[in-house]
């Protein structure tokens, strides 16, 4: 082929594609039409899901916001709550005083009665006599039906209600201890007794 007729075939062709240049144009609009709805159809969808995954995570947060305005008083509930099903415990710190103060009055020593009234009591009862025994007092355990009402420690008197020298050293270990206890009257022993109820809320 010449140069004359290379360059003839490329003025052909120039005047074909001059010719078909609209046709293309429609083309190539109704490919990026196309493209732009297919596109335009997707993203929809992944926006609308989005909107959707967003509104579901807003409603289950919602749902914990009051919870979490109350989760402090939740732990200190449970932690209550923990604590009782622990039952009551007589401390290190707590035992040491205790003998510590019933051996200041070793002058004034005595038996005690430890009234058992509930299974949990027992428990107790057993830790509070073990450290009577230590500090070198006697202490015995008995146990009693009908008092499932009795709540916390009473500390009783003898028969008299007079608050003798024993049960005013006995009552005054138990504050050095920081145990909890009330005094009550009763004529059921000859000698003081620590009654031993279920415990208070107001007590350990």
Not at 104 to 119: E, F, G, M, Q
Request: hydrophobic share 45%; proline share 3%; glycine share 6%.
């Amino acid at each position: 082929m010449s140069l004359q007729d290379f360059i003839n075939l490329l003025r052909e062709q120039r005047d074909v594609i001059a010719r078909a240049w609209p046709s293309l144009l429609a083309i190539i609009a109704v490919a990026a039409v196309g493209i732009w709805i297919a596109l335009d159809w997707r993203y929809s969808g992944i926006v609308a899901n989005r909107d959707s995954e967003i509104s579901a995570l807003k409603t289950e947060l919602s749902l914990f916001e009051p919870i979490q305005g109350q989760s402090s008083d939740i732990a200190k509930r449970v932690e209550a709550i923990e604590e009782r099903l622990r039952g009551r415990f007589l401390s290190a710190d707590a035992k040491a005083k205790f003998i510590a103060a019933l051996k200041r009055a070793d002058r004034v020593k005595s038996p005690i009665t430890l009234v058992i009234t509930c299974d949990e009591c027992l428990d107790y009862g057993e830790q509070i006599q073990a450290a009577i025994k230590e500090a070198g007092w006697q202490a015995d355990l008995a146990w009693l039906n009908g008092f499932a009402a009795l709540r916390g420690l009473k500390l009783s008197w003898t028969a008299s209600g007079h608050r003798k020298p024993v049960t005013i050293a006995f009552g005054d270990a138990l504050g050095a201890a920081g145990i909890q206890y009330e005094t009550v009257n009763s004529n059921l022993f000859n000698q003081p007794a620590l009654w031993i109820g279920k415990r208070s809320t107001k007590s350990p």
